[in-house]
């Protein structure tokens, strides 16, 4: 199983990026998919998740700027990110959580895949 994210990059305040995240080997469907980052000096936390019948939730920082979506056909998990603020600089990961919840679990130590990373830049 791979989790291959992308996307990241360097923008300004305000401005707005969209990480994808790519399964190989692992067929998502139905499975939950969440979004995790980890700040400079900072402990990694959650972002976002999905569940495999598109239950999602947010962490509190990140409601109304972003969206997580998916596209089962391309085992592939996006996060759009909008009004992005300094304080969203972090490397952000996508992870897997292969157990079927009715709600999409926000702990890490749910998720048992992991991919490497995406770093996100946001500039004052």
């Known amino acids: 199983v791979q989790l291959q994210a992308s996307g990241g990059g360097l923008v300004q305040a305000g401005g707005s990026l969209r990480l994808s995240c790519a399964a190989s080997g692992l067929i998502i469907s139905t499975y939950t998919m969440g979004w995790f980052r980890q700040a400079p000096g900072k402990e990694r936390e959650f972002v976002t998740t999905?569940?495999?019948?598109?239950?999602?939730r947010y962490a509190d920082s990140v409601k109304g700027r972003f969206t997580i979506s998916r596209d089962n056909a391309k085992s592939t998990v996006y996060l759009q990110m909008n009004s992005l603020k300094p304080e969203d600089t972090a490397v952000y990961y996508c992870a897997v959580d292969r157990n079927l919840r009715v709600i999409p679990s926000i702990s890490q130590t749910d998720y048992d895949y992991w991919g490497q990373g995406t770093q996100v830049t946001v500039s004052s």
């Open positions: 999905i569940s495999g019948r598109s239950v999602t």
